[in-house]
């Protein structure tokens, strides 16, 4: 695949390989999305579902979030029946998601919360408040953290919130868009100011989708990857080392 030349150069890693140009945010979709997409965002889910399907995704898979939420509406009919059940219950139903003990306080905490503050769960509002105001409301429930946030203000409303969730963040790691220490807490807003706000989602869905099937941990792709020419690690493992480069490994796991 010819690359053409990126438009603005991304802020170099602190141990990149001499000779990968890292590409712009915007260049790695143009090349990601013909293999992903087409990835126009569309309303998943309401925002309050989207958050207590966030938080049981945490250190799980999305397909065990997902089950695990069934279940929880299953036990007890709604969210607002959630909000009022013993932690234990809680816990119960879903156990299936894992970490089920540190999971309900925090659905349980996050839904009383919301209905304490605007008396039902209705989180529309936060379609009309600034980015940084909807995120630091988010922000602010117990157990919510930056990812879990990011997550239902982009995939409820379609708001310009990078959510960097473990693919997002070796991804963009390996890319060389980020230091190779930076955390994923780090990364929601050095990614987010490098995407233009009409791409974040598509970004997002982009680089999860290719740290999945191509960019995968522990061993990427690299023969078969479209960003190689532009990617350090790409070059360093195309170079001929076996193992990846320690500069791109993963030091965290985000929530
Ligand atoms: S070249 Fe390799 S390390 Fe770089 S993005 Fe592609 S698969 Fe990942």
């Not at 010819?2 to 390989?17: F, I, L």
């Not at 997902?66 to 234990?88: K, N």
């Not at 139903?93 to 894992?98: D, L, P, W, Y």
Request: aromatic letters at 4%.
């Amino acid at each position: 695949m010819q690359a053409p030349t990126p438009t603005k150069a991304a802020p170099p890693p602190e141990k990149a390989s001499q000779g990968a140009v890292p590409l712009t945010a915007t260049e790695i979709l143009r090349r990601l999305e013909p293999l992903y997409g087409p990835l126009q965002w569309t309303p998943r889910r309401d925002a309050a579902p989207e958050l207590v399907v966030t938080i049981l995704s945490q250190h799980t898979s999305d397909l065990n979030a997902e089950r695990a939420y069934e279940q929880l509406i299953q036990a007890f009919g709604s969210l607002e029946a959630v909000a009022q059940a013993e932690e234990s219950a809680i816990a119960g139903a879903i156990r299936s998601g894992g970490l089920a003990n540190q999971k309900a306080p925090r659905i349980k905490g996050a839904l009383l919360h919301i209905l304490e503050q605007r008396g039902a769960l209705d989180l529309d509002f936060l379609a009309e408040l600034p980015l940084q105001q909807a995120k630091a409301w988010l922000t602010a429930l117990p157990g919510v953290g930056k990812k879990t946030a990011a997550v239902v203000l982009c995939f409820s409303f379609g708001m310009p919130a990078m959510a960097v969730d473990t693919h997002v963040h070796r991804v963009a790691r390996r890319l060389g868009l980020i230091a190779p220490k930076t955390t994923a807490d780090q990364a929601h807003d050095l990614l987010e100011a490098m995407v233009p706000p009409r791409d974040v989602y598509r970004f997002h869905v982009a680089l999860i989708t290719h740290g999945r099937q191509v960019c995968k941990a522990p061993r990427p792709l690299c023969d078969r990857c479209p960003l190689a020419d532009g990617c350090p690690t790409g070059q360093e493992m195309l170079a001929g080392s076996t193992a990846e480069p320690a500069s791109s490994r993963s030091r965290s796991r985000p929530l």
